[in-house]
């Protein structure tokens, strides 16, 4: 069994700096991809990042230059740096990893979210 739990949400100001964490517990053989989603209120939820430990990034318009995904080399956790936040920034988000697990089945995993707000 494999569980997923994000940390590092906050309420901070404008201009203020995060890191989100993701960290993947349980039967892992590997960890191929990391992902974030956002979901302010009312709205959808908004992919944010997303990544390969091959080395691929993408990230959607909005943070692109101000949020970076990485990975722990030692731990199947991956992390979101937001610098620079922004009111529009607050939102739930929410992590992904995309794992294969002990018994050779691959499966996108959850997090429960956790909640960022950018407020003066």
């Known amino acids: 069994q494999v569980h997923v739990v994000e940390s590092g949400g906050d309420l901070v100001q404008p201009g203020e700096s995060l890191r989100l964490s993701c960290a993947a517990t349980?039967?892992?053989?590997?960890?191929?991809?990391m992902g974030w989603y956002r979901q302010a209120t009312g709205k959808q939820r908004e992919l944010v990042a997303f990544?390969?430990?091959?080395?691929?990034?993408n990230y959607t318009d909005s943070v692109k230059g101000r949020f970076t995904l990485s990975k722990d080399k030692m731990r199947n956790t991956h992390y979101l740096q937001m610098n620079n936040l922004k009111p529009e920034d607050t939102a739930v988000y929410y992590c992904?990893?995309?794992?294969?697990?002990?018994?050779?089945?691959?499966?996108?995993?959850w997090g429960q979210g956790t909640s960022v707000t950018v407020s003066s």
């Open positions: 992904t990893a995309g794992i294969m697990s002990g018994n050779f089945v691959f499966a996108e995993h």
């Open positions: 349980g039967s892992i053989l590997s960890l191929s991809t």
């Open positions: 990544g390969t430990t091959s080395g691929l990034r």
